[in-house]
């Protein structure tokens, strides 16, 4: 019998997509239409702690301390079927997670929670799997939860299969990176990725000319990134992040996760750049501005944003490490 003495905690941050995943070819195995490209982040991260324990009736699943319903625990079943049929286990689950990372706002929670609760059934079923193999149980969670596998820059190659869609490191991201992540609004989004995803692959004219040129900037970002050519780096990173956008309000009914203050963050990035700082702004599934930086230009930037946003508003982070288990 699998005893609740086995819990295993697991760490996992969250990562920000530079070059962006935008679109399944296979909704089931969650294989993407594109590679791509992100940072992890340090101060955005989830922890999950998982046992198996013939004793209990069911699968019970807490976040923050709070007793889920059964439609989420119902999500995380389903996911923990793939460890325990890999494993031959037949007994339920004790999940604890708590996330530090507002959910659903659009700073990839999903990444870092199906990272996490991946990374803690792995050892508490006693699996082991290599960090490849982890990255394509995670990718089965969420996109996203493939790159959170490993700390710095990470690439999510598209492959052809369940068996070759995984992430791999790029770089570890040590050469004077970071970010300032702008809070603009940290409720819970209308419109979930999934379903906007959804409906720009389904009805935006732009989508195959955004899977094109993301090809190209993914080549062109892994070249600056080995050559540390941080503007190089930036100058991609905000483009592809707009062109994601315009393929959104492509979409029909058009989307758009912008909100007024979200605009302000852009235009102030712009003005910081004319002044000589450089940096670069990207969004995903969210009204919240990430800003690509130098982390030795971090104070700087949080300094000049303090004029129009609060300090809660305004978090600064450094490069993440890769997944790692937590001792109680």
Not at 157 to 170: F, L, N
Request: net charge neutral; glycine share 6%.
């Amino acid at each position: 019998m699998t005893k609740l003495s086995d819990t295993r905690k697991v760490r996992a941050y969250t990562n920000i997509a530079l070059i962006k995943y935008w679109g399944k070819r296979d909704d089931k195995l969650i294989l993407p239409t594109s590679s791509s490209l992100s940072l992890t982040l340090d101060a955005f991260y989830t922890e999950t702690a998982v046992s198996f324990d013939e004793s209990l009736e069911k699968d019970t699943f807490y976040l923050d301390d709070n007793l889920q319903d059964e439609a989420a625990t119902l999500k995380v079943s389903r996911f923990l079927n793939l460890f325990r049929e890999q494993a031959d286990l037949k007994a339920p689950a004790l999940i604890k997670s708590t996330n530090y990372v507002p959910t659903a706002a659009g700073l990839a929670s999903s990444a870092s929670g199906m990272a996490a609760l991946a990374g803690a059934a792995n050892l508490a079923s006693g699996l082991n799997f290599t960090p490849q193999e982890l990255s394509i149980f995670a990718r089965q969670g969420s996109g996203s939860a493939s790159r959170s596998v490993y700390g710095g820059f990470v690439e999510w190659q598209k492959g052809t299969s369940s068996a070759d869609s995984y992430a791999v490191k790029i770089d570890n991201a040590d050469w004077d990176i970071g970010m300032v992540v702008v809070v603009v609004n940290k409720n819970q989004k209308e419109l979930s990725s999934r379903e906007g995803m959804k409906q720009t692959v389904a009805t935006s004219p732009f989508y195959a000319g955004w899977i094109e040129s993301t090809a190209v900037d993914l080549v062109n970002i892994k070249k600056a990134i080995g050559q540390r050519d941080f503007e190089q780096v930036g100058e991609i990173t905000e483009s592809n992040g707009m062109k994601i956008h315009g393929t959104m309000l492509g979409a029909n009914p058009p989307i758009s996760y912008w909100e007024p203050d979200s605009v302000l963050a852009m235009q102030l990035v712009r003005k910081l750049r004319k002044q000589g700082i450089p940096c670069y702004f990207t969004m995903d599934a969210g009204p919240n501005v990430k800003v690509l930086c130098r982390l030795s230009d971090s104070k700087e930037i949080k300094t000049a944003f303090l004029n129009y946003f609060s300090e809660e508003q305004l978090i600064v982070s450094g490069p993440g490490s890769d997944l790692k288990e937590i001792t109680f």
